[in-house]
T-cell receptor, first 114, second 115 residues
Framework: DAGVIQSPRHEVTEMGQEVTLRCKPI?????LFWYRQTMMRGLELLIY????????DSGMPEDRFSAKMPNASFSTLKIQPSEPRDSAVYFCASRLGQLNSPLHFGNGTRLTVT | AQSVTQPDIHITVSEGASLELRCNYS??????LFWYVQSPGQGLQLLLKYFSGDTLVQGIKGFEAEFKRSQSSFNLRKPSVHWSDAAEYFC?????????????FGTGTRLKVLA
């Protein structure tokens, strides 16, 4: 089991540029979550999918953020245009089944927007 | 509203000393409770979880936690801390919120271990 795989590990971009973060969940997991972690706000849920369908995107901060899950093994989180306040570590996590199953986290993407 | 409070932002203990990290939650029903650990540059790893039954649960790396309904608490403990335990620890509640099920994380407690 390779675990949840995120790419890239680090991303540095200039304000106004488009950023795409990628995630491959654990095979067979039917839930996928995108979190953002900052010192000020801690770990925030942005959006989650069940069977590739977005269920709750109430945590997505603005229309500049979008997420897709075209198939069970791949998801993207896109920021367009990026702003310095988007700088954070973005985590993808997956889960098999319902709420009593634990989340499995990737190692995160550290995004720096200058 | 559902919430998780970890009152200690930083804790420092000496290697070999006992450890207790506090977690309080607010939720109307019996929640699903979790403790995760995050090492620098890594994602969160599950230490232990509580759903029902025995209120004292054992986890990996020698950690345990006790669910106390009367105090709305789920404190994490370890009898003897190792230097490798230095990390950030997150308590989380799995709960129904705004019509969907989600995890609510505390703000974390950063543990420093003195040699």
């Amino acid at each position: 089991d390779a675990g949840v795989i995120q790419s890239p590990r680090h991303e540095v971009t200039e304000m106004g540029q488009e950023v795409t973060l990628r995630c491959k969940p654990i095979s067979g997991h039917d839930y996928l979550f995108w979190y953002r972690q900052t010192m000020m706000r801690g770990l925030e849920l942005l959006i989650y999918f069940n069977n590739n369908v977005p269920i709750d995107d109430s945590g997505m901060p603005e229309d500049r953020f979008s997420a897709k899950m075209p198939n069970a093994s791949f998801s993207t989180l896109k920021i367009q245009p990026s702003e310095p306040r988007d700088s954070a570590v973005y985590f993808c996590a997956s889960r098999l089944g319902q709420l009593n199953s634990p989340l499995h986290f990737g190692n995160g993407t550290r995004l720096t927007v200058t | 509203a559902q919430s998780v409070t970890q009152p200690d932002i930083h804790i420092t203990v000496s290697e070999g000393a006992s450890l207790e990290l506090r977690c309080n939650y607010s939720y109307g029903a019996t929640p699903y409770l979790f403790w995760y650990v995050q090492s620098p540059g890594q994602g969160l790893q599950l230490l232990l979880k509580y759903f029902s039954g025995d209120t004292l649960v054992q986890g990996i790396k020698g950690f345990e936690a006790e669910f106390k309904r009367s105090q709305s608490s789920f404190n994490l403990r370890k009898p003897s801390v190792h230097w490798s335990d230095a990390a950030e620890y997150f308590c989380a509640v799995g709960a129904r919120a705004s019509g969907t099920y989600k995890y609510i994380f505390g703000t974390g407690t950063r543990l420093k271990v003195l040699a």
